[in-house]
């Protein structure tokens, strides 16, 4: 499986993103990586292969929407009411359902929030 990252950039704080994970290959549950500069990768929100199943991260929760189209074999990310401190490089990253290991990675892409 191969995962392709795209769609981040620089916005002003309360600004919209919307980034796009395009993937090769079977997928089951889906997530949303970020790490900010010197912190670690936190998981910030999962999509199960159905959809039905999801999760997100207190500090992104009411602010951000994952969701997937099967049919493209993508998953996004809709990031509004940015804020700098959402400034980081966002991975996305599959799983199987079971499994509590991310197996395969995408690229990062850098989203940069400006106050």
């Known amino acids: 499986v191969q995962l392709q990252a795209c769609g981040g950039g620089l916005v002003q704080a309360g600004g919209s993103l919307r980034l796009s994970c395009a993937a090769s290959?079977?997928?089951?549950?889906m997530g949303w990586f970020r790490q900010a500069p010197g912190k670690g990768r936190d998981l910030i929100a999962s999509?199960?292969?159905?959809?039905?199943?999801?999760s997100y991260a207190d500090s992104v929760k009411g602010r951000y929407t994952i969701s997937r189209d099967s049919a493209k074999n993508t998953v996004y990310l809709q990031m509004d009411s940015l804020k700098p401190e959402d400034t980081a490089v966002y991975y996305c990253?599959?799983?199987?359902?079971?499994?509590?290991?991310?197996?395969?990675w995408g690229q990062g892409t850098q989203v940069t929030v400006s106050s």
């Open positions: 990253a599959s799983k199987s359902y079971l499994a509590t290991t991310w197996a395969y």
């Open positions: 290959g079977r997928t089951f549950t």
């Open positions: 999509i199960s292969t159905s959809g039905r199943e999801i």
